[in-house]
Nanobody, 116 residues
Framework: QVQLVESGGGLVPPGGSLRLSCVVS????????MKWYRQAPGKQRELVAT?????????VYADSVTSRFTISRDNANNTVYLQRTSLKPEDTGVYYC????????WGQGTQVTVSS
């Protein structure tokens, strides 16, 4: 059974940092593309970062998060991370990870609130 579990969300002040984790079971993530999305209140879910399969890939980021977000993976532990710095109130939302295969698998999401 495939399962993705995100964690690491919470309340953080503007300018702060937070690292999200996504632990995957049922797949070896080194073989697959992994993505992070976020969904702000009242808005559609948007892609923020992509990590291609294998080692040495070049991550791809949305323009709104380039230089502030970093996606990385620990293939040995089947975990994908999203390190976020210089957080802004508009970064508030639910963050989801996704595994891309013949069908997509999603986690349940983790809430991040950026507020003073």
């Amino acid at each position: 059974q495939v399962q993705l579990v995100e964690s690491g969300g919470g309340l953080v002040p503007p300018g702060g940092s937070l690292r999200l984790s996504c632990v995957v079971s049922g797949f070896f993530i080194r073989l697959y593309v992994m993505k992070w999305y976020r969904q702000a209140p009242g808005k559609q879910r948007e892609l923020v970062a992509t990590s291609s399969s294998g080692d040495g890939d070049t991550p791809v980021y949305a323009d709104s998060v380039t230089s502030r977000f970093t996606i990385s993976r620990d293939n040995a532990n089947n975990t994908v991370y999203l390190q976020r710095t210089s957080l802004k109130p508009e970064d508030t939302g639910v963050y989801y990870c996704k595994l891309v295969s013949s069908r997509d698998y999603w986690g349940q999401g983790t809430q991040v609130t950026v507020s003073s």
